[in-house]
């Protein structure tokens, strides 16, 4: 991205692509991603006067942006700002603070805000749903450092993205400072999915991932830690119910 000068164009020559309120601000800011007549993308703000219901130039300058970029998302309180997703990268944007982070070449098509604390997670897929023996994908995810002090297990700090051409849920990590300045974007693939058309994340761990061509599924999210002790107690009581059938077999 580069900072450049409001253009001069007038809203004829610009097709607005997505609207957000963005910031915690005196008065409500808008942030506007539009198209210009030379298919350049930039992102603009506004700032609304409640008293004169008029709209007048924002605060922050005028950023041009990705091509590809078409998704724009509003972060909530208290990091605030905007995260905008292009084909190859994902950028956040508060005031003068621009952070970006590669991403792989793909549809970055849908996404829904992690309110959940964990220090780490990991994704277990349910299969196919045809019956077959279940698929488990694992990858654990270090969102922070357990010993930092900073709170990283705040409302925007964490997000699901599912990603329609490369069939996979991934996980963007805004790490900031005490004072929830974001210093650091993060992305991290989380395991394979069907292809999805929207992510929600449900409460407790769960999401649901849903498709268009009819196989939607339901993702449990969890600790590592969780994970394993988990399989160690189904093993148990594998283990417990084959020394019955033993028994049965004997007597």
């Given amino acids: 991205e580069k900072k450049q000068s409001a253009p001069s164009s007038s809203s004829s020559d610009v097709n607005i692509r997505r609207v957000a309120a963005a910031a915690k601000t005196y008065r409500p800011l808008l942030c506007v991603l539009y198209q210009d007549y030379r298919k350049g993308r930039h992102l603009k703000t506004y700032a609304l006067d409640t008293r004169l219901l008029e709209l007048t130039n924002g605060p922050w300058d005028t950023l041009m942006v990705e091509e590809g970029c078409n998704k724009l998302i509003a972060v909530p309180a208290p990091l605030y700002g905007v995260l905008f997703i292009g084909q190859y990268s994902v950028a956040y ?110 409460c407790s761990g769960l999401a649901f991932v849903g498709s268009c061509a009819g196989d939607s599924q339901f993702i449990e999210i969890h600790s590592d830690k969780e994970w394993r002790k988990r399989r160690e107690q189904e093993d148990d009581d594998d283990d417990d119910d084959d020394d019955d059938d033993d028994d049965i077999a004997m007597n």
Avoid at 110 to 135: A, T, Y
């Fill in 93 to 202: 944007r508060y005031g003068d603070n621009c952070q970006r982070v590669q991403v792989p070449d793909g549809d970055l098509c849908c996404f829904d805000c992690v309110q959940h604390k964990r220090p780490h997670i990991n994704i277990h897929g349910d299969g196919d749903g045809d019956g077959e023996e279940e698929q488990n994908n694992t990858m654990d995810v270090a969102i922070a450092d357990e010993n930092e002090t900073e709170p990283t297990f705040v409302d925007g700090a964490r997000w699901l993205i599912g990603d329609g051409l490369n069939r996979s849920l991934n996980m963007l990590v805004l790490k900031h400072t005490a004072n929830f300045i974001v210093k650091q974007l993060e992305f991290n693939k989380l395991g394979e999915i069907v292809s999805p058309s929207t992510v929600s994340y449900i």
